[in-house]
């Protein structure tokens, strides 16, 4: 009984990695990303004997030689190619900036009462910047340090684990390696410091404690016991969804008494504990920070929890975040009219599918979860800046980095897949130690799945807090090596035909994808400045006096097919776009769109030193969206006769790529 339930659980974890891998395979469809994962495949299997024979010297002098190019590769990135963050984390910049300044103010726009938990994580942010401030740091710095230190510590962190739980050297090679040519490591992860990152820092910690609790000594075990709680209530208080671990620990406990009774308070009951604890504490902790700046719930404008599941069964859009959705429930007068209009919508919506088109729906939403070409591009709106050759490229570039990023997702993937299906076979020839670390791992897994694909919506970034724990799979369920392993590192003759094979599939694929594919004419953001409050959420406009003019400069060093400058859709205001080398004006004209209203150009442009002129000819006052955020490199030049303010606008080229 307990070996079919053990093979039910790993298989239903091989499942979800198949969706995995499936997603990033056809999401989008690229024939490199097939060949480019199976190669990598073949090369690690090649080298990982040899690796494994390396002295720890060595591993040590190559670990630390990737890490600092790494560091010093991500540091030019944040230097010359930085990006316009906007949406949520925006916001969250702005909230905290403007605590510093206005303690307990949260009149600013309506988002922290529509979204009450990212106000926590605003007023956290909000010490570190004035910590900044006292060691003489800008609050752009500091945002920096943050995402540097906590995703570069998550780097760290997993490599000290791989070293304490593997004595295979090929495990730390291959895992800094990845980490170290991942786009992510040097787009969102870095770009955006976000609640993401930390709670995934937080969680692989946790896990390794929990796992390692059994052989930890006494004095371990004391330092351990104090730090698991703190670290699952500040997980918990950046990201709620964190509480998802807790049904996984019930579950684990719950097999460690089944499975190993004899042993449960030697290998669960304490852990439990402290994770129930951590979970408990942090009810009262969020609530005394949020009375740290006097905020007050609104349920005037809060979407109760059961939104979420709304849009989670929105066919349209797949189960992701659904803004008609938002919209239609803010119309109601408040939370709670909200909450019992949700307990007749849902069913009326579950009442839409079919079984086969429910399972679907949820395949769909596991799969977006567990996808990643999007990811460098979560959260950000084009670079502010960026060398010439880059932004005359920018499309090949982005293309090529989504291709890389889905590569390397689907090679983890399916590298955990095969691992996972080994094990499934064997259930590690009765390795207790692994099953009960990989049973913890699964049920992590199942857990995420589960919740976003059965219950909440969901969205491709919510799937990274798996890295550690898919990470950790790895070493943890290494079963013995398999028969056809031993034979593909060992057997020149079968790695000469195998390379040959995939090189020989990898051309005949992409001449196909020639025939079919081929280039394309694709639209992309070469410069912008598109972090804002958003008026959705009440955004404050300025009132731009009459007969006046605003002007802001900016470098373009790829030609303009488009420009789009943000304006409220009540305003008068008229504008023209300069070329400051030639002095030639061009007039933009009032564009009103679903999403906006917008000052457009009229025909396309050469590359230059540009300015943005907003002129109001009217005898009153007009509005006009201008975003300001003290300390903070909104763009390369502010509006002129201030600091550290911007207008809201995106330049667009029309660049070839080649779609392999």
Known sequence: MVNRVQKFIFGLLAIILMIGVVSNIINPFSVFTIFGSFFLIWLGYSLKTRIDGWSRRQVNIYVLSLLLLMLMGQLLVLK?????????PFRVYIQAEYLTRHSGSWGLTTYFWRYPNNATLAIVLSWFIKLGQVVGLTTTGVLHGLSLVSYDGLIVSLLMMAKKWSSRMSHQIFLVTFLAVLPLSYSYFIQVFYSDTPVILCLAWIMFIVLQWPIFSMNSRRIAGAILPFLVMIGQIIKPNLIVFLIAMILYAGWIFWTQRAHFKQIVLMPLILVVIGFGLSIPSKQVILNSQDYQANERYELPPTSWIYMGLNQKHNGSYASSDVHSALKLTDKEARNEYFKSAIPARL?????????????????????????????VGGHTNAPKWYQEHQAVIQHGEAILQQTLWLTLYLVVLGRVISSFKNVWDGNQVRIRQSMLAALVILGYSAFHGLIWETEARYGLILIPVLIMLLWISEAPTLEWQSKLRSSGKLNGRLITLCVLAGLGLMGLSIGTQGFEQKKVVTVAQRSQLSEQYGAPVKEMPAHTTLKQKMPVKAKITNLTVQIPSDSQ???????????????LVKLDKENGSFLVNTEALSAGDYQILLKNTTNEGQPVWIVELPAYNLAPDSIRGTQDTSLIYTFYDQQPVFIF
Do not use: C, W
């Open 80 to 88: 010359h190619l930085p990006m316009t963050v906007y949406h949520d």
């Open 573 to 587: 205001v008229e504008g023209e776009l300069i070329n400051l080398k030639n002095q030639e004006h061009q007039r």
């Open 351 to 379: 009442k839409t599918y079919t079984p086969f088109s429910y399972l679907v729906h949820v395949v769909g939403k596991i799969g977006t979860l567990l996808s990643s070409a999007k990811l460098p591009q979560a959260y």
